[in-house]
């Protein structure tokens, strides 16, 4: 069954894309027609790229690996916010912090750094700290969760990156090149779609659009993240059907042998 349909793409306007003298010809292959200076995405080649998209995202989803998503234009940052908070997944919606792919460690340092911040203020250390120093202390810590909050548990670095907007993401998209990390992304038609590994052609600055992609791509990861429950679910109680039935060969042996004894027992009284 399909994720999404062309019908509701366009009702949400994804296929509208930009001025034809601001298009990119790598977009081609994507774009249906032109209409009053203006290239119109095909959406049904839109419906099967989400499709594919939301399969990948759910298969690693389902392998209990992290997904980035990244969006700091404003149109998208709280629809991105709230879809992947709903599937437990980090995101960053502020300014992207350079090198946080490839300088992973030191961004780990700054998360770290809030972290202890908040231990220092509950167990009492900054009570005797003046009211300037706690002003410079409490700005810092709101900073660094404006920036950084959203990824806090992302521990390693994450299995995949999806993006609104490569050219506002651009830097984004190059440290997941350099990495080799699959980058998933809308592309509109003034994007080069070249570095992206899985190509969602849609209108990326309209928030109805940009909603309509991630609740296929959302509701993908929350299947995958269900069907990752219930095999460790059903691994678990494998393992303990395995583990009794290993058991009972031993429970049999002793029961018998308890057996033994006690008739060997009732015959020496009858002696």
Not at 34 to 57: F, Q
Request: charged residues 30%.
């Amino acid at each position: 069954m399909s994720r999404t349909n062309f019908d509701q793409l366009l009702q949400a306007g994804c296929h509208f894309g930009h001025l034809r003298r601001k298009w990119n010809p790598a977009m081609a292959p994507y774009i249906f027609m032109e209409r009053n200076g203006i290239h119109i995405i095909d959406l049904h080649k839109t419906v099967a790229k989400v499709d594919e998209a939301a399969e990948a995202l759910k298969q690693i989803a389902k392998s209990g690996k992290r997904i980035l998503f990244v969006a700091t234009k404003k149109q998208a940052k709280d629809v991105v916010a709230e879809k992947a908070a709903s599937v437990n997944m980090p995101y960053v919606i502020e300014r992207w912090p350079g090198g946080m792919l490839t300088n992973f460690p030191t961004i780990r340092k700054a998360v770290k750094k809030m972290a202890n911040i908040d231990k220092l203020m509950n167990d009492g250390t900054f009570a005797n700290l003046s009211k300037r120093e706690l002003l410079q202390v409490t700005r810092q810590r709101a900073k660094l969760e404006k920036n950084l909050g959203s990824i806090a548990d992302l521990t390693r670095l994450p299995s995949a990156l999806f993006v609104i907007d490569v050219m506002k993401e651009a830097i984004a998209v190059k440290e997941a090149k350099r990495l080799g990390i699959p980058v998933f992304a809308m592309v509109d038609t003034n994007s080069d779609p070249r570095d992206i590994d899985f190509i969602i052609p849609a209108n990326d600055d309209a928030k109805d659009s940009i909603e309509v992609v991630l609740n296929a791509c959302c509701a993908a990861i929350a299947e995958g993240l269900e069907e990752r429950k219930v095999e460790k679910a059903d691994e678990k109680a494998a393992a303990e059907q395995s583990e009794e039935t290993a058991r009972a060969p031993k429970k049999a042996r002793k029961d018998g042998a308890k057996a033994v004894a006690e008739v060997a027992e009732e015959v020496k009284e009858e002696a």
